[in-house]
């Protein structure tokens, strides 16, 4: 069955970048009938959509990356389909991105229906 | 602040039946697909409900979905203390090209 990997730093500090991976097994990446995305959960909070990437190689849909707006100017998702993974890379980082990092695959109806375990991600000094 | 607005919590007696609401606007839940999830404080949250009213295999008929127009609801019957947990909306807005989620909505079983 699918499954989702994330993996990277559980620590940074503030105005450095986050870079996450999201490695998927059990299935292909490449897909016409989804998307991957990244959704982030704050201690104690709810969850946050952050980006969706649908695989650039594939042109049946028109537009390949959707970005929180709130997040759009720090945020890059990305697709490296030779090793069936999606990456997030966050730059300049303080301490209210500190939260559970989640990966998931994204259906076209966008529901999310397979989630990595999540990774918690802490920025502090 | 979320886009979408849950209740904060909502209870019921084992046996009984709940309802969790979920309202958004005419750019997201009125123009797309809902999907809900449950969340067990430190687990990843888990697809219950996608496409309004569908469930994933595995998910027993005790759950269900609908929407009308801007607004949505999860229902769940025959309440276990299993289900106790927090319970998200979730949409896609089509103004914003963006996911948007609910606030969750913490459960308590009685």
């Known amino acids: 069955q699918l499954q989702l990997q994330e993996s990277g730093p559980g620590l940074i500090k503030p105005s450095e970048t986050l870079s996450l991976t999201c490695t998927v097994s059990?299935?292909?990446?490449?897909?016409?009938?989804?998307?991957w995305g990244w959704i982030r959960q704050p201690p104690g909070k709810g969850l946050e959509w952050i980006a969706n990437?649908?695989?650039?190689?594939?042109?049946?849909?028109?537009?390949?990356?959707f970005y929180n707006p709130s997040l759009r100017s720090r945020v890059t998702i990305s697709v490296d389909t030779s090793k069936n993974q999606f990456s997030l890379r966050l730059i300049s980082v303080t301490a209210a991105d500190t939260a559970v990092y989640y990966c998931?695959?994204?259906?076209?109806?966008?529901?999310?229906?397979?989630w990595g375990q999540g990774t918690l991600v802490t920025v502090s000094s | 602040q979320p886009v979408l607005t849950q209740p904060p919590s909502v209870s019921a007696a084992t046996g009984q039946k709940v309802t969790i609401s979920c309202s958004g606007s005419?750019?997201?839940?009125?123009?797309?697909?809902v999907s809900w999830y449950q969340q067990v404080p430190g687990t990843a949250p888990k697809l219950l409900i996608y496409?309004?009213?569908q469930r994933p295999s595995g998910i027993p008929d005790r759950f269900s979905g609908a929407k009308s127009g801007t607004s949505a609801t999860l229902g769940i019957i025959g309440l276990q203390t299993g289900d106790e947990a927090n319970y998200y909306c979730?949409?896609?807005?089509?103004?914003?090209?963006?996911?948007?989620f609910g606030g969750g909505t913490k459960l308590t079983v009685l």
């Open positions: 990437i649908y695989d650039t190689d594939i042109t049946y849909h028109s537009g390949s990356t």
């Open positions: 496409d309004n009213n």
């Open positions: 998931a695959r994204v259906s076209l109806g966008a529901a999310f229906d397979s």
């Open positions: 005419s750019s997201d839940i009125g123009k797309n697909y």
């Open positions: 979730a949409t896609w807005d089509s103004t914003l090209s963006a996911g948007v």
């Open positions: 059990g299935g292909s990446i490449r897909s016409r009938n989804y998307y």
